[in-house]
């Protein structure tokens, strides 16, 4: 197998080729994970950019990758797919069931010219099932699976995670691990596969220490009734003054007792472990943080362990001292944005790139790829050839 092109090591899957079959959601999410811990990730786009609708030039999901165009419609289109392919480690589609084999790209078609490579499906519904071939958002796939049903008030409906429970959560961290462990196999064996993430298949894996507290009978099958999810009043969320909210995780006897102190209710000591007593608590708990704003608690349970923080904006995350002292979001090129995670020792990863722009590196990754057929049909004014390459021709010819 090629190894990518070596500029420097940036993360600990320098070397590693990723080609990604554009999409939204999920499977460009896991795309960036890859390419932010070192991945040389080609994003092939359709003709006409992409569908989200926004500026691709702020679409993070896209950053510290290389973009080409396909078009997987015409005649040719495939043939160029299975050139990248044929060069890579590891593709991610996110295709419904059968899609990408119609085209000509699926598993069948890309093992015959890459035995070696890991071919990563990122559905919502899985490859097979009674409801397969249907259309779905993270939020149907997380209702079915009980997770949506746990979350929000007693008396309410649930409340919706934005997209973060089923699309990124369970959807692409598992395509990512799924991926990583075939890519595993596939260096010592010499053999890939086929990684089946399906986002209703990880959101209900995320349940599991529920599931066991269930079937234990220390959960309660209803939401706001429980340890977890906010039926525990030192376990949520409190509004201040000022009309923002502090978040309550003081579940250990010494952090309570910690809790209690800081907010001038020890009193209520003995109530953590009477339920019995816990409207009671919540009463009281609720009027002490509408007594003040959230800045005034903020400094209260500044350096405390009574596990109590104040419930930010996006925009104010990353002002957050310890959050800007750890440099978790970080600027590039004008956006700012949740750096790389995890960290490496070894091997440091980076924003190295801004999103990928359609086609943008065409050019470069027929040459880097040794994929010269990806430029024809562009055309010599076309800015995604250089001036001094003309079709058919490679690096060093």
Known sequence: MATARAVGRHGPLTGVRVVELAGIGPGPFAAMLLADLGADVVRVDRPGGPALGIDPARDLTNRNKRSVVVDLKSPDGPARVLDLAERADVLIEGYRPGVAERLGVGPEACHARNPRLVYGRMTGWGQDGPLAPRAGHDITYIAVTGTLGMIGGPDGPPAVPANLLGDYAGGSLYLVVGVLAALHHARATGTGQVVDAAIVDGAAHLSAMIHGMLAAGAWQDRRGSNLLDGGCPYYGTYETADGRYMAVGALEPQFYDEFLTLLGLEEHVGTRTD??????????????FKSRTQAEWTAVFEGSDACVAPVLSLREAPHHPHLAARGTFTDHAGLTQPAPAPRFSATPTAVRSGPAR??????????DWDVPALLEGVQDDDPRRPQDETPHRKAGQ
């Open 275 to 288: 339920p019995a007593r816990w409207g009671e608590l919540r009463e009281a708990v609720a009027a002490r």
């Open 358 to 367: 359609p086609g943008a590196d065409t050019a470069c990754v027929a040459r």
